[in-house]
């Protein structure tokens, strides 16, 4: 399995709603990341989670929560979004946070805040 | 290029005919890079990357050139293919842990 599957695809959720993003790798990889993506727009980094704990904190607002509870998963709570918040959501895994290692990215998630 | 409100910088092409895309990159203490091929709907994709210590390296089809001295690279696609049409991002690694992408290139291959 060389994939990193995100779910939903797409979501759509009003400002008071509390929804969580999900992504899953089977790859062994330890370093999972979280990157946002604005149309015609590079991804942005998010948070960074080594091992299963979080080492990388972009300065995100606190609606975004991320959580990773195992080595295969990496969620993403979302409460309270803003319609500026509407994004490509894309997950990525490497094998190890050091450099010389590439990302395998996620398709992503279509977020709508209505 | 850099990106100006929503549009991004396009190159078009001729089938056939080979690509540059080009990146500048902002920190001298990146010492890995990394080109991603986007295509709508989907994530990056890995291309081929390069580690600071050399200048050039090789794929199928595919070489980026490093440039430390002015902080560029560039993307050369050889008989740039319709499949090639997409956006490209350069990514630099500064530290660790760290990816940050370029502003993107959109690749538009005429048939």
Same mark, same amino acid.
């Given at each position: ?9 797409? !979501? ?32 942005? !980094? ?64 279509? !977020?709508?805040?209505? | ?111």
């Amino acid at each position: 399995d060389t994939e990193v599957t995100q779910t939903p695809k797409h !979501l759509v959720m009003g400002m008071t709603n509390k929804k969580s993003l999900k992504c899953e790798q089977h790859m062994g990889h330890r370093a999972m990341y979280w990157y946002k993506q604005k149309a015609k727009k590079p991804p942005e !980094l998010m948070f960074v989670y080594s091992y299963e704990k979080l080492s990388i904190n972009e300065s995100v607002p606190s609606r975004f929560s991320p959580e990773c509870p195992n080595s295969s998963l990496l969620n993403l709570h979302l409460h309270a979004l803003q319609p500026e918040d509407s994004a490509l959501y894309l997950c990525a895994s490497s094998l190890r946070v050091q450099s010389n290692y590439g990302y395998t990215f996620g398709s992503g998630t279509r !977020l709508t805040v209505v | 290029g850099e990106s100006v409100g929503l549009h991004l910088p396009t190159l078009s092409v001729q089938e056939g005919d080979n690509s540059i895309i080009n990146c500048a990159y902002s920190n001298s203490a990146s010492d890995y890079f990394i080109w991603y091929k986007q295509e709508s709907g989907k994530g990056p994709q890995f291309i081929i990357d390069i580690r600071s210590n050399m200048d050039k390296r090789q794929g199928q089809r595919v070489t980026v050139l490093l440039n430390k001295t002015v902080k560029h690279l560039s993307l050369q696609i050889a008989a740039t293919q319709p499949g090639d049409s997409a956006v490209y991002f350069c990514a630099e690694n500064p530290l660790e842990g760290k990816f940050y992408f370029g502003s993107g290139t959109k690749l538009n291959v005429k048939p």
